[in-house]
């Protein structure tokens, strides 16, 4: 700390910017001091070790330069001109950043044949993978740590000799161990579900999957349409009108899905064992579905890349009541791509879990909703028509929904027809900045079978370039009544949420703070400002790497995987400001810290926006980085005003 009091010495002379936290003067210094004592302190405690691995100088050699500071828009309009270029340059996604895949850290791997018990490789001599498990031992890279999580969590390691911590849970004679005690313990119970089975994999992709709920539903469609242009005729009206109803199929709907195929007339779509039992014949009414209550609870938003299920568990943790998972595509999901189906995983822990699915179409998206119903395990499932990027939104999805009502209408009713679980919806305030849209929908919605709706505040246009708009929040919330209408924008503290509880939403909706601050939840539950530790804040991070380790794998390319997903976090978390720095608390979400010295080396090493310190920081719990390893972040670490 002597160290970081010295960074100090021009106490008082620092100008607070515009967007910039209030910190106590004396902890605030300068660029160049800040990396000094960061490079410096590293190098003598950690560096040795570092430097006879190579590590630190690689991590330097491999990771992007530190972005630039935010230069904000000057008030004339010269100035507004001037700044655009700048502006433009710094915000937004690394979209050329390097795509490397786990398997490129991964030389040569051990061959499948010798780990499954010396069974006979059926590539013989042509085999590119190691056969000799001494020689494939000696060019293993060295253990990361002398305890295996999941040997110690499980009582089998099913990595074996892979696992990066095989000395853990192995023999001098190379074989694997258990501990038959906790096999036991643990046998029967299946931590992870919606997996996608290879059964039901093969016949998505042989299109062998029957859809009887969306035929019914989508039949209903053609039938109003066929009905509609017919009423265009007028001789045909007239013969229509004149015939009398001939057929139930052809006027079982007035308008698109406002009165839905009744099934009672109809055979089981399944032949069934034993007597028929009313779920067989007849469809569920929405007050006999399965109920959620979802009021006054703690929503982490759907967070693509970082929201994970290792990410999600660490919020459980600090105390989230309802989970979803990452947006999936409907039509990926209906191809039986193994990548999305990865997204609807559902840990043991989310005892509140919902999935999100993204489409632009009643067809696919009435039967992907079918076949989450039939083949998954979630509490709710979600729609979203409030994603901004322009992949989505360009071919009518995400954002472009609010602006085609009758398609939406079309997507809500099927979905709640074929659904036995609550439909919800999460939108923005509107497409355009200065034209709001979501006040006009909301009241549609509570008519088509929505059973919640979240509102971000803000339009699609404004990103996350202006403070969410909490005003048009309440609005919003008073027309929603009596379906329940979560929040979401800008909340960092306690204080923000008891602000927005204030606004009469039924509960709060939580994305980027959580990201900052996973503890977040624990404050508002408890109402207090938490002025959490480095160490504490590594023990989170440990979490992270553990659940990461059990969900991707303990091999190297397991490893490399979580620590993608842990810098990907990170680059939003060294945006936090210990509550014990700050001038004026809380710290709000559009304040960009300045350059600080924390109390204690890890604390400055965690406020550093520089992507080699927090390779640094993966390296303390996931070891050295791999010689070839490279790394740029999603989201670029100023990109917030």
């Known amino acids: 700390m002597e160290k970081a009091a010295e960074g100090n010495t021009e106490k008082g002379t620092h100008v607070a910017v515009k967007g910039e936290a209030a910190l106590r003067p004396e902890f605030i210094t300068t660029k160049e001091k800040f990396h000094g004592f960061v490079d410096s302190e590293w190098q003598g405690s950690k560096g040795e070790k570092a430097r006879d691995n ?75 993978f190691y056969h000799d498990i001494a020689e494939y031992m000696a060019s293993k890279p060295a253990d990361i740590g002398e305890s295996c999580y999941l040997y110690d969590t499980f009582g089998k390691c099913p990595f074996g000799l892979c696992c990066r911590f095989a000395k853990a849970h192995t023999t001098p004679d190379f074989k694997t161990m258990e501990n038959t005690d906790l096999v036991k313990a643990r046998e029967g119970k299946i931590p992870v579900k919606n997996s996608l089975s290879k059964d039901l ?64 007339d109809k055979q089981p779509p399944v032949k069934t064992v034993g007597p ?7 469809k569920l009414r929405p007050c006999e579905k399965k109920q959620v209550d979802f009021r006054d609870k703690l929503y982490l938003a759907p967070l693509t890349t970082c929201g994970n299920l290792p990410f999600r568990r660490v919020c459980k943790r600090l105390g989230v009541d309802i989970t979803c998972g990452e947006m999936a595509m409907c039509t990926n999901l209906l191809q039986g791509q193994q990548s999305e189906w990865a997204l609807l995983k559902r840990h043991e822990s989310e005892d509140l879990f919902g999935v999100q699915v993204e489409g632009c179409f009643p067809d696919t998206m009435t039967r992907c909703a079918e076949l989450i119903n039939n083949n998954t395990e979630v509490d709710f499932v979600d729609i979203n028509s409030g994603c901004p990027i322009d992949l989505v939104y360009k071919k009518g999805g995400g954002c472009g929904l609010m602006t085609r009502t009758r398609k939406f209408e079309q997507i809500i009713k099927g979905m709640d027809y074929v659904l036995d679980v609550p439909l919800t919806v999460k939108i923005r305030t509107g497409v355009q900045e200065k034209s709001n849209m979501a006040h006009k929908l909301i009241p549609e919605m509570k008519n088509w079978g929505v059973s919640m709706i979240t509102l971000h505040g803000r339009s699609r246009e404004q990103r996350y370039t202006k403070l969410a708009d909490w005003d048009y929040i309440t609005t919003c919330s008073k027309l929603a009544g009596p379906i329940p209408l979560f929040g979401n924008g800008d909340i960092l503290s306690y204080e923000d949420a008891m602000k927005a509880k204030e606004t009469g939403v039924a509960g709060i909706m939580i ?69 014990g720095l700050l001038e004026r608390v809380p710290q709000k979400i559009n304040e960009r810290p300045p350059y600080y010295m924390g109390r204690n080396y890890l604390e400055s090493l965690m406020a550093s926006q520089n992507v080699g310190d927090w390779v640094r920081i993966s390296e303390m719990l996931l070891g050295p980085v791999p010689k070839n390893f490279n790394f740029l972040p999603k989201h670029k670490a100023n990109s917030y005003k």
């Open 54 to 128: 190579g590590t630190a100088e690689e991590a330097k050699a491999t990771c992007v330069e530190e972005p630039e500071v935010k230069k904000f828009k000057p008030d004339t309009e010269e100035g507004n001109k001037a700044g655009k270029p700048d502006s433009k340059r710094l915000r937004g996604q690394n979209k050329s950043r390097p795509h490397k895949k786990p398997t490129t850290y991964d030389e040569k791997r051990l061959c499948l044949s010798v780990i499954q018990e010396n069974r006979e490789c059926p590539f013989g001599d042509k085999c590119y």
């Open 201 to 264: 994999q093969y016949r998505l992709r042989k299109h062998s999957v029957a859809f009887e709920k969306s035929a019914e539903y989508l039949k209903t469609l053609s039938n109003n349409r066929d009905k509609k242009e017919q009423q265009g005729n007028g001789e045909a009206r007239a013969a229509q009108v004149s015939a009398g109803p001939t057929g139930g199929e052809q006027h079982a709907s007035t308008e698109a899905g406002t009165q839905l195929p009744s099934s009672t």
């Open 276 to 282: 028929l039992t009313d779920a067989d014949v007849i």
């Open 511 to 579: 994305a980027r703070g959580a990201l900052i601050k996973p503890w977040i939840f624990t404050e508002i539950k408890e109402s207090r400002h938490w002025d959490i530790s480095s160490g504490e804040r590594l023990d989170i991070l440990r979490d992270f790497s553990n659940f990461g380790l059990e969900h991707w794998g303990s091999d190297t390319r397991g490893v490399e995987k979580t620590r993608t997903f842990m810098l990907e976090w990170l680059s939003f978390m060294c945006r936090y400001i210990p509550v």
